[in-house]
Every structure is written in structure tokens, then in C-alpha cells.
């Protein structure tokens, strides 16, 4: 599967942007998918991965973000309120087929990643 990502853009602190992570290919049902991100100097961490049966996010966005897809489209989207300048990144999408979780090395497919700046 190929993904791209897109919806980024700088906003301010306390504003809202949506993500959007299209997929090629016709099985884009069957993976498990999850948004990452990776702040200047930092590791890529975690936010938050969705499957067939549920979500789950790390606790630095839960209550703000919502993770969500449709698999008619092709897509997933992550819905970003509340935005803090913390939350400045370069955000990625990436699927896996091996079941999903927490950590990069969970995930075999990522997209391109889009920059989301948060300005205070």
C-alpha cells in the first residue's frame, strides 16, 4: 500500500487542522493504521492508530484528537483540536498488516508526513 498525507499548515495555538492520509489499492480495509509524528531533535512518537475494531491514542492528545477512517474512500483522517505549540511536527501516516501498535517498528508502509505548526 502507498500512502500520502496531507492537511498541514500552521495555525494557532488553540486552533483545529485535519489530516487526511490517502491510500492506494483495494485492501486498504484490512490494515491497521496509525498517525506518528517527529518534532525537530526528537524521536518519531506515537499519537494515535485505529483498526476494524477500535482506537487508541497516547496521552498527550487524548480529548483533542480523533482518529478515524473510511475504507469506502480510502482514507484516514485525524482530526486535531485544541492544537498546543507542542504539537508542532511533522505528522506521518503508516499501515500495517501484522497487527497495529505503539511503536515505529509496528508499521511496514508510511507516507510522506506533513508539517503541522502551532504557533503560540
Known amino acids: 500500500v502507498q500512502l500520502q498525507a496531507s492537511g498541514g499548515g500552521l495555525v494557532q495555538a488553540g486552533g483545529s487542522l485535519r489530516l487526511s492520509c490517502g491510500a492506494s489499492?483495494?485492501?486498504?480495509?484490512?490494515?491497521?493504521m496509525g498517525w506518528f509524528r517527529q518534532a525537530p531533535g526528537k524521536e518519531r512518537e506515537f499519537v494515535a492508530a485505529?483498526?476494524?475494531?477500535?482506537?487508541n491514542y497516547d496521552d498527550s492528545v487524548k480529548g483533542r484528537f480523533t482518529i478515524s477512517r473510511d475504507n469506502a474512500g480510502n482514507t484516514m483522517y485525524l482530526q486535531m483540536n485544541s492544537l498546543k505549540p507542542e504539537d508542532t511536527a511533522i505528522y506521518y501516516c503508516?499501515?500495517?498488516?501484522?497487527?497495529?501498535?505503539?511503536?515505529?517498528?509496528?508499521?511496514?508502509?508510511w507516507g510522506q508526513g506533513t508539517q503541522v505548526t502551532v504557533s503560540s
Open positions: 489499492g483495494r485492501t486498504f480495509r484490512n490494515y491497521d
Open positions: 485505529i483498526n476494524w475494531n477500535g482506537s
Open positions: 503508516a499501515a500495517s498488516n501484522t497487527g497495529w501498535g505503539r511503536t515505529s517498528s509496528s508499521y511496514a508502509f
